[in-house]
C-alpha cells in the first residue's frame, strides 16, 4: 500500500518562502512521475509542478521560475520549494503519484493520471 505524507505548509506574508515535504512509504518515487497539486475550496485542483524518473521537471505557468521541485531518493522523499510567495498560492498542497502511462512532461494535470494521493498540507499566504 502506498502512502505518502505532506508537511512542512503554514502561514507566512507575501514575498516569504516554504519547503514542503511528501514522504513516501510503499513505493519507490524514484521509479515514478511525481507531482504536487494545488486545492482551492471552490476550484478544481491544479498541477503545480512534476517530476520525472529521469530527474526532468515540467511546471504550470504561474510557478515557474518560483518554485522549484526535487526528491532525495535516499530518503524516498519529495518537495517542493516555494519562493516568491503571493496570496494566490495559498491553497492545500498535495502530492500524487502518477500512472505509469502519464506523460510526465506533458503538463496536462490530468487527476485521472494520478493514483495515489496525500492528505495535504495548507499554505497560507497573507498580504
Known amino acids: 500500500q502506498v502512502q505518502l505524507v505532506e508537511s512542512g505548509g503554514g502561514s507566512v506574508q507575501a514575498g516569504g518562502s516554504l519547503r514542503l515535504s511528501c514522504e513516501a512509504s510503499?513505493?519507490?518515487?524514484?521509479?515514478?512521475?511525481m507531482g504536487w497539486f494545488r486545492q482551492v475550496p471552490g476550484k478544481e485542483r491544479e498541477g503545480v509542478a512534476a517530476?520525472?524518473?529521469?530527474?526532468?521537471?515540467s511546471y504550470a505557468d504561474s510557478v515557474k521560475g518560483r518554485f522549484t521541485i526535487s526528491r532525495d531518493n535516499a530518503k524516498n522523499t519529495l518537495y517542493l520549494q516555494m519562493n516568491s510567495l503571493s496570496p494566490e498560492d495559498t491553497g492545500m498542497y498535495l502530492c500524487?503519484?502518477?500512472?505509469?502511462?502519464?506523460?510526465?512532461?506533458?503538463?496536462?494535470?490530468?487527476?485521472?493520471?494520478?493514483?495515489?494521493w496525500g492528505q495535504g498540507t495548507q499554505v497560507t499566504v497573507s498580504s
Open positions: 510503499g513505493a519507490t518515487i524514484s521509479k515514478y512521475c
Open positions: 500524487a503519484t502518477a500512472r505509469p502511462w502519464y506523460d510526465c512532461s506533458s503538463g496536462s494535470w490530468s487527476q485521472a493520471d494520478f493514483d495515489y
Open positions: 517530476i520525472d524518473s529521469d530527474e526532468s521537471t
